[in-house]
């Protein structure tokens, strides 16, 4: 297939008119903070720095389960910990479903510059008494939030809970693939295209639009419910040699540019049926994604 990528997409979206997605840049950030700043409760490991809690939402789409608390003067908190924190009903709910951040803020045991950083957080989120618990999404932003510790049992604390989390997008589900045979393989028996989602890698921008992308709710939803998604890198970049040539017919020649996100759809992962660029702003990319669905269906109609 020799043809630049704009040539490539034009001829694609000619064609569909007439018949017719965890970052390798952040990832390493995200290690790197995690490794300096988690502590243990019980046997549940917990993250104490706010930036790091936040490299790990995005990297993994879960939202952050965070809770404000004095370990060292605080009856109240130390008996959220001993009756829900610390056990296994617990531990196996929080494993798969969010990013655990615990604020302390003692009277002594830590330093003035953690105190400081430590309360930024608290103010950030209205946090006026312990224990209070906020329910934050990748990009910051408060979810839900509780203050207070009425006794509840492990199982009734953690229901409720369950019933503010946001709806498990398709990279905190792990439904991202990262190998575009396996993206095949899943796309033919469940009978849907594949979304692909293409950008170097190491590349932190890209990675960055990538991650928006899949946090974006039309976007998800739209993704998690019509194709099978995959995350590759370019013609060059990819490790198994089936997959970089099926990379180059879908692409074609030209090298895909840094900080580049290209999206395409696919059903064999060989030729493109539907090409756009994900430096574009989601709902753009959506409204492409819903006429090639439309459009598709349609002929598929019209050959009934």
Avoid at 26 to 31: D, E, I, K, N, T
Avoid at 101 to 122: F, H, N, W, Y
Avoid at 227 to 249: H, I, L, N
Wanted: hydrophobic residues 45%; proline residues 5%; neutral net charge.
């Amino acid at each position: 297939m020799n043809m630049t990528r704009g040539k490539a997409r034009m001829q694609i979206k000619q064609m569909v008119s007439k018949t017719v997605s965890r970052a390798a840049g952040r990832s390493a950030v995200a290690l790197f903070l995690a490794l300096f700043a988690i502590v243990a409760r019980g046997e549940t490991r917990w993250l104490t720095e706010y930036s790091a809690a936040l490299a790990a939402a995005e990297e993994t789409g879960r939202p952050i389960l965070t809770v404000f608390t004095g370990s060292d003067w605080c009856q109240h908190c130390r008996t959220l910990e001993q009756n829900v924190l610390e056990t296994e009903t617990f531990r196996t709910w929080a494993e798969n479903k969010v990013v655990l951040l615990m604020i302390d803020l003692p009277q002594e045991g830590i330093t003035l510059d953690q105190r400081k950083a430590r309360s930024r957080v608290c103010i950030k989120y209205g946090v006026r008494s312990f224990p209070s618990v906020v329910l934050i999404a990748p990009d910051g932003a408060s979810i839900a939030s509780q203050s207070g510790y009425q006794g509840q049992a492990a199982e009734t604390w953690v229901a409720a809970l369950e019933t503010r989390l946001p709806a498990q997008s398709v990279a905190a589900a792990g439904q991202v693939h990262s190998s575009l045979g396996e993206a095949v393989v899943t796309a033919r028996d469940a009978k849907r295209p594949i979304l692909v989602m293409v950008s170097r890698p190491g590349d932190a921008r890209a990675t960055t639009r990538v991650a928006s992308l899949l946090q974006d709710p039309e976007f998800e939803s739209l993704a998690r419910d019509n194709f099978v998604v995959a995350q590759v890198p370019p013609t060059g970049a990819v490790a198994d040699p089936a997959d970089d040539e099926a990379m180059g017919q879908l692409l074609g020649d030209g090298e895909l540019p840094p900080e580049a996100v290209e999206i395409v759809v696919t059903d064999d992962g060989r030729t493109p049926l539907f090409m756009e660029s994900g430096e574009l702003e989601p709902k753009v990319v959506v409204t492409g994604l819903r006429r090639f669905l439309a459009n598709r269906q349609a002929a598929r109609t019209t050959r009934r």
